[in-house]
């Protein structure tokens, strides 16, 4: 017989957990509206933010089994946190449901070191007959995906440095490789921890690739880039993000092509202490962009004729 198939005292209470889920988009027009907030990055700070919006939908959005509103059993499937009026309780890995309640002379109030004013009785999903009494007072866990999200939005994701070769102002030219490439340090995983009681939810931010916008197309690298040294490479040195111009700058803005990067990062936490699951994701999310310009001229060729050939 398994071990919570006695009576068991907990100071944990099992609250009606109405969970959000919010979608992180990478501006404002590209949040989704969900329950009435929206989740969007802004472009200005790096930060993540939430606002209210009107989903226009009165019957509410649904969830997926895996988003925000997501519990898991100790064997490791994910399932509702909810079951009708039952709550899923990682304690017990179990749905509690308030029952009937016992007369105040009951013995099992004895038992169980409470009395009617200070707790209730609820029973277990897969066994009715046991009965589990939860004093009143005591806090549930909170949503780990909610404190994620918090824990996301405090940090401020990097912006890159653009470094470009030819490095300007110097000009680069059409059909020359034009490499491209950021600070080792800023290629660099970010984590921060968040704690609400005894839950602690640590969120890691880790750099997927980067979406180098050249001016007339992009480029997807999925490094930091290696960094142009002169006089210290050797021939035929390669790099794993460059970029070809087919067009001057000479008819753009200022005569240059405007140049900008922004990393994208895949964002995952763990939980620890009292949670409602270990692990979870909050996708990916673009972080702000870098800025620079670049000249871009073209080559001209002249053909000298010899003496003899001129004088003919």
Same mark, same amino acid.
């Given at each position: ?153 405090? $940090?401020?994701? /990097?912006?890159?440095?653009?470094? &470009? @070769?030819? =490095? ?6 059409? !059909? ?90 895949? $964002?995952?936490? /763990?939980?620890?202490?009292?949670? &409602? @699951?270990? =692990? ?6 673009? !972080? ?25």
């Amino acid at each position: 017989m398994r071990s919570r198939r006695r009576l068991t005292v907990t100071l944990t209470i099992l609250l009606s957990l109405n969970f959000a889920a919010t979608l992180i988009g990478t501006s404002p027009a590209d949040a989704a509206c969900v329950d009435g907030q929206e989740t969007y990055l802004d472009p200005v700070t790096g930060k993540i933010k939430t606002r209210v919006c009107d989903s226009g939908d009165p019957g509410g959005s649904t969830t997926s089994p895996t988003g925000p509103t997501a519990c898991v059993r100790s064997t490791g499937e994910v399932i509702p946190c909810s079951l009708g009026s039952g709550r899923w309780s990682p304690v017990h890995d179990c749905y509690l449901f308030v029952t009937e309640q016992p007369d105040a002379s009951d013995p099992r109030w004895a038992t169980a070191d409470g009395s009617p004013e200070a707790g209730r009785f609820h029973t277990c999903d897969d066994d009715p007959q046991l009965w589990i009494y939860i004093a009143n007072g005591a806090e549930a866990p909170p949503d780990p995906a909610v404190l994620a999200q918090d824990a996301l939005g405090a $940090v401020q994701l /990097t912006t890159p440095t653009l470094q &470009l @070769a030819p =490095a300007p102002p110097a000009k680069s030219y059409v !059909g020359l490789e034009t490499w491209m490439w950021m600070p080792e340090g800023q290629w660099a995983p970010l984590t921060n921890t968040v704690t609400a009681g005894s839950t602690s939810v640590t969120v890691t931010i880790e750099p997927r690739w980067v979406t180098w916008n050249m001016g007339p197309g992009s480029k997807v690298c999925y490094d930091a880039g290696r960094p142009w040294q002169i006089g210290q490479m050797p021939p035929g040195s390669a790099t794993s993000c460059s970029y070809t111009y087919a067009r001057v700058s000479d008819f753009q803005p200022g005569g240059v092509w405007s140049v900008s990067a922004a990393i994208t990062w895949r $964002v995952s936490w /763990t939980c620890a202490g009292n949670c &409602l @699951a270990t =692990a979870g994701s909050l996708g990916e999310v673009d !972080g702000p962009a870098g800025i620079a310009s670049l000249v871009v001229a073209e080559r001209q060729s002249v053909n000298v004729l010899p003496d003899e050939t001129r004088n003919r």
